[in-house]
């Protein structure tokens, strides 16, 4: 088999397992009662940073496949994107059923009253139609140039998630630090790739002139 049929037959589906987890240890531990004092706050802060994680994940593994040059990477960008928006769900449905009983009304007020809650609101919102677009059907439909100016949601989702998680924090703000500069580093890496990008076509441009 070549390294892409591997990865896809083989390493993906053990990826799935492994991104359900988080998940699975939700539900082992709520059922034999041992997600602490308050299970509400334990649900919400473990699907919030698994969201994170996976925004990240998801983030890294462009920059990953142009440092390597191992493309089969790609595959999982797209997985990797909807484990993030899967545990986004669940954190604002922890947020929406267990704490405002949902109540839509209580939730536009901590909307628009509570900056974290904006932030957080905001990114998860962004992720929608990112999921909903994520297949090949869309990018069809879409076409290459669109889909990929739509996608590019997924750094305001970062940095609405980064927001989220540092105003929630009010104490050691250690944690939030530490994904705001990983997302940073990513953002950035992005960012110079795009530069080099359109330097390169500049000088192929210039090149062709210079020889006409």
Same mark, same amino acid.
């Given at each position: 088999?070549?390294?892409?049929?591997?990865?896809?037959?083989?390493?993906?589906?053990?990826?799935?397992?492994?991104?359900?987890?988080?998940?699975?240890?939700?539900?082992?531990?709520?059922?034999?009662?041992?997600?602490?004092?308050?299970?509400?706050?334990?649900i919400?802060?473990?699907?919030?940073i698994?969201?994170?994680?996976?925004?990240?994940?998801?983030?890294?593994?462009?920059?990953l496949?142009w440092l390597t040059?191992?493309?089969?990477?790609?595959?999982?960008?797209?997985?990797?994107?909807?484990?993030?928006?899967?545990?986004?769900?669940?954190?604002?449905?922890?947020?929406?059923?267990?704490?405002?009983?949902?109540? %839509?009304?209580? @939730?536009?007020? =901590?909307?628009?009253?509570?900056p #974290?809650?904006? +932030?957080? !609101?905001?990114?998860?919102?962004?992720?929608?139609?990112?999921?909903?677009?994520?297949?090949?059907?869309?990018?069809r439909?879409?076409?290459?140039?669109?889909?990929?100016?739509?996608?590019?949601?997924?750094?305001?989702?970062a940095?609405?998630?980064?927001?989220h998680? %540092?105003?929630k @924090?009010?104490l =050691?703000?250690?944690?939030?630090? #530490?994904?705001? +500069?990983? !997302?940073?580093?990513?953002?950035?890496a992005?960012?110079?790739?795009a530069?080099?990008?359109?330097?390169?076509?500049?000088?192929?441009?210039?090149?062709?002139?210079?020889?006409?």
């Amino acid at each position: 088999m070549t390294h892409t049929q591997i990865m896809r037959r083989v390493v993906k589906p053990v990826a799935f397992l492994v991104a359900l987890q988080p998940a699975g240890w939700l539900l082992y531990n709520a059922f034999w009662g041992d997600l602490g004092v308050n299970p509400v706050e334990t649900i919400t802060n473990h699907t919030g940073i698994w969201c994170l994680r996976f925004i990240g994940i998801t983030l890294a593994l462009t920059p990953l496949r142009w440092l390597t040059g191992f493309n089969p990477l790609a595959l999982f960008r797209r997985m990797a994107g909807l484990f993030a928006f899967f545990y986004g769900t669940l954190h604002f449905m922890t947020y929406f059923v267990l704490d405002h009983s949902l109540q %839509f009304d209580g @939730v536009w007020e =901590d909307v628009v009253k509570r900056p #974290y809650i904006t +932030a957080g !609101f905001t990114a998860f919102v962004l992720m929608i139609p990112l999921a909903i677009t994520s297949t090949q059907g869309w990018i069809r439909r879409m076409g290459g140039k669109k889909w990929n100016l739509l996608h590019r949601l997924v750094y305001l989702t970062a940095i609405g998630g980064a927001l989220h998680y %540092f105003w929630k @924090v009010k104490l =050691d703000t250690t944690s939030p630090i #530490y994904y705001a +500069a990983i !997302f940073g580093v990513l953002l950035a890496a992005r960012l110079w790739q795009a530069a080099s990008k359109r330097q390169a076509a500049s000088a192929v441009a210039a090149a062709r002139v210079a020889k006409a």
